[in-house]
């Protein structure tokens, strides 16, 4: 199958104003140089390189801008020049910014960040990842420390609290489903940055009665969840939807207003001949197409709520296995 066939498309493809929906897409690997890496996506992707600062490069394509970085801050912003630093430091120069760019490429990601692209669009990333992956590319388990993620950034079809309650409810009933098929490096698990939600949330959004006014929706979460450190990430989202009611519960410099989910999940495992980003896209479709049959969702909402009571059954059988099996028998997988 060719990368144009590969990606899977939701029922719901238009946005609350007819439009396509989007997509933006966070990529993190390793095995190329940075200028490797910017040559080649300049070369694959078709632009010109524009160096922003030092590890910051913008490739201004006919599919919008994406940018190219090594992902750690204190590395980007060194500077050796600086005259606060003793003179001793100063004088290694370039000599120790090689050193330093070395030792960085080695366990730093580097990341692609992409533009929102139209869902019908996304055959440009498969064919990027894979062919980024002839050139040499790895990503999470080529060394214990590398914890390379690959990140979705999905616009909503529309920011009515019901659907967001129903891509919640959906995420929740299948995260250890969807944890099981993307968490395949040992040191992204160990990580607090893609946490589960609050157990005590889950119980309150899984109710059958839990039908909440945005205000609602948005202070439930904050309350147990007052951090960007989920495997999805809603702060973005409420960033958007109401800004000052987030920042009484959470201050972030990071966080970036956008009408998106925030899926940060995934392991990005570009160098397995067996994975493409399709592997992961087509699993989030899995939760588009439950968010969107409303009969389905409460039906395995309600296994849910039972997976979590003192039985037998329950202690022979994990709710992943239930959810797999689920999936499959309702035609989902």
């Known amino acids: 199958m060719n990368a144009a066939n590969r990606c899977k498309m939701p029922e719901r493809l238009e946005n609350h104003e007819g439009e396509e929906r989007r997509v933006g897409v966070e990529i993190e690997l390793s095995g190329l140089g940075y200028e490797q890496l910017v040559q080649h996506a300049a070369r694959l992707l078709g632009g010109s390189p524009e160096l922003i600062s030092r590890y910051v490069t913008a490739l201004d394509t006919e599919h919008g801008r994406f940018t190219i970085e090594l992902d ?173 009611l987030l920042a009484g519960f959470v201050k972030d410099p990071r966080i970036k207003s956008r009408p998106t989910l925030h899926y940060r999940l995934p392991d990005c495992d570009i160098d397995n001949p067996h994975w493409h980003f399709s592997t992961v896209w087509n699993d989030w479709v899995v939760l588009e197409q439950l968010a969107a049959h409303p009969e389905d969702l409460a039906d395995l909402r309600s296994r849910f709520r039972e997976a979590q009571k003192f039985s037998f059954h329950n202690l022979t059988h994990s709710w992943r296995e239930t959810t797999d099996n689920w999936l499959k028998q309702h035609g989902y997988v």
């Open 72 to 244: 750690s801050d204190p590395i980007k912003e060194l500077d050796l020049d600086d005259e606060r630093l003793p003179q001793s430091i100063r004088e290694l120069g370039s000599h120790a910014m090689d050193v330093i760019d070395f030792a960085a490429e080695k366990v730093v990601p580097l990341e692609i960040v992409g533009p929102p692209l139209a869902f019908s669009k996304l055959e440009l990333i498969e064919t990027l990842m894979d062919e980024l992956r002839e050139l040499g590319a790895e990503g999470s388990r080529e060394a214990i420390y590398f914890a390379f993620g690959l990140q979705l950034n999905p616009e909503l079809p529309d920011l009515e609290p019901a659907t967001l309650v129903a891509y919640l409810q959906a995420f929740a009933a299948l995260y250890d489903w969807l944890k099981a098929r993307h968490q395949l490096d040992i040191s992204r698990k160990f990580t607090t940055y893609i946490e589960p939600w609050s157990s005590r949330y889950t119980e309150k959004l899984m109710a059958d009665d839990y039908r909440p006014d945005l205000e609602t929706l948005m202070r439930d979460y904050l309350h147990y969840n007052p951090t960007r450190n989920k495997a999805l990430d809603l702060l973005p989202l409420f960033a958007h939807l109401d800004k000052e």
